[in-house]
């Protein structure tokens, strides 16, 4: 082919790759044209390596240079904050994602169905009597007790404090989320892991429920404002464990090693929105729990939490494609 032959068919691709090159520099593009700009870098990178072979004028190797340098510059440039794509991922993308994995459902049932059947076995005083004692060590139900023998009101405890037990309760609960998410990738384990802390605070909830308990009153005055999202993240961690651990059992028709990388990458909102819900727990724990805030103001934090996790996990996770069914 001649170098004038050959010039002529390059230069409408090479033309055309400028124009992505003005256009991506002042707006985003598409999909489909983001894929065509880069078809189009790699012909004209192939074009620069053969150019020798081609026997290019050595002016037309210097615009491919330059024009090689723009586009790989845009293409792989640091792309600006875009707003609407992080406001669809957080809002529509991730609450979806969680709301219908299975897995989630799964252990959202599973660890609700050991959590409040223990809790009326420890609360009940004839279904199985000594169920909370053989349940939880007898130091710990002593340690309930005497913590918990007067309202949490904070004057034992100052900011820094307050501080020092939000890390510890970030680094403690942030724990037990770990445990049900890493045995869960063992799947049996993690379900028994998951089931033994289900059954030891349901048991701790029923046990302190009782009437005979009096300090059952504090007990619930202090945990009110942080359970909702402590036990939420704990269903989350299970459930992305779960999600996990099947992977590698049942990969379908990836290998094993392309199943935990697709599952992995699906189920990491599932593990942030975990993450921060220990963090809410733990700084609410830390700061609200134990302080002398009215009883009405603690409620008002679980209700709210409450409310903020069914509106963003059940409203804005419900499939859209049932609810416009239904219209």
Not at 3 to 28: A, F, G, K, M, P
Not at 207 to 220: I, K, L, N, T
Not at 234 to 249: D, E, H, K, Q
Request: charged share 15%; hydrophobic share 45%; aromatic share 14%.
């Amino acid at each position: 082919m001649k170098v004038v032959e050959l010039l002529e068919r390059r230069r409408q691709n090479w033309q055309e790759l400028e124009r992505y090159c003005d256009r991506i520099s002042q707006s985003t593009l598409n999909t489909a044209e983001i894929s065509r700009f880069s078809a189009l870098y790699r012909a004209a990178c192939a074009d620069l390596a053969l150019s020798n072979s081609y026997q290019l004028p050595e002016n037309t190797v210097q615009y491919l240079h330059k024009l090689v340098g723009r586009a790989h510059n845009q293409l792989y440039r640091a792309r600006q904050f875009d707003y609407k794509v992080w406001a669809k991922m957080l809002l529509e993308d991730v609450p979806q994602r969680i709301f219908n994995d299975r897995c989630v459902q799964t252990m959202f049932v599973f660890f609700w169905g050991f959590f409040i059947l223990s809790a009326w076995l420890a609360y009940s005083k004839t279904a199985w009597p000594e169920f909370a004692e053989e349940m939880l060590p007898p130091q710990m139900l002593e340690q309930m007790q005497e913590h918990f023998k007067k309202p949490p009101d904070g004057s034992d405890r100052d900011g820094d404090t307050n501080l020092r037990m939000a890390a510890f309760y970030i680094n403690h609960n942030t724990g037990i989320g770990l445990q049900c998410f890493v045995w869960g990738l063992l799947v049996v384990p993690g379900l028994y892991i998951t089931a033994k802390n289900a059954v030891w605070l349901g048991a701790a909830f029923g046990y302190m429920a009782r009437p005979d308990v009096p300090q059952g009153e504090h007990f619930f005055h202090f945990v009110r404002a942080h359970g909702p999202f402590e036990l939420t993240a704990i269903v989350l961690s299970a459930g992305a464990g779960l999600r996990l651990g099947m992977a590698w059992i049942m990969p379908g028709q990836l290998s094993r090693g392309a199943s935990l990388q697709k599952n992995g990458a699906e189920m990491m909102p599932v593990m942030c929105a975990a993450m921060l819900m220990f963090l809410f727990a733990a700084l609410i724990e830390g700061f609200i729990s134990p302080s002398s805030a009215p009883i009405w103001l603690k409620s008002g934090v679980c209700l709210l939490s409450s409310a903020l996790l069914g509106f963003y996990f059940v409203v804005l996770g419900f499939p859209r494609r049932l609810l416009n069914a239904a219209r």
